[in-house]
């Protein structure tokens, strides 16, 4: 079974700072493209980053303005998000997802996790 497992989400204050993490087992995923998405209630499912399988080729929407850092673990199996300098409209459910190529179109990833809710608060 396929499964990708999201952590770190959480209540923050503004102006602080969390670090996301995508766990992915029951197949291999180091040869997978990985991106962040994000959904706030009421809007789309928007793109805040992507990675590919080797790390080298590396994506951000232009809200995070340097903001946030994807990166992937030395097993390649891991993916995070460090969200630093955190916003109020920043608040949405965060998901990682998984797909044979760097994109931005949520459509064009195969697998997806279940989200993880990051709410950022005055």
């Known amino acids: 079974q396929v499964q990708l497992v999201e952590s770190g989400g959480g209540l923050v204050q503004a102006g602080g700072s969390l670090r996301l993490s995508c766990a992915a087992s029951?197949?291999?995923?180091?040869?997978?493209?990985m991106g962040w998405f994000r959904q706030a209630p009421g809007k789309e499912r928007e793109i805040v980053a992507a990675?590919?399988?080797?790390?080298?080729?590396?994506y951000y929407a232009d809200f995070p303005n340097v903001r946030f850092t994807i990166s992937r673990g030395n097993d390649k199996n891991t993916v995070h998000l460090q969200m630093n300098s955190l916003k109020l409209e920043d608040t949405a459910v965060y998901y990682c997802?998984?797909?044979?190529?760097?994109?931005?179109?949520?459509?064009?990833?195969?697998?997806w996790g279940q989200g993880t809710q990051v709410t950022v608060s005055s």
């Open positions: 990675i590919s399988w080797s790390g080298d080729n590396i």
């Open positions: 029951g197949r291999t995923f180091s040869t997978y493209d």
């Open positions: 997802a998984a797909g044979p190529k760097v994109t931005f179109y949520p459509s064009l990833y195969n697998y």
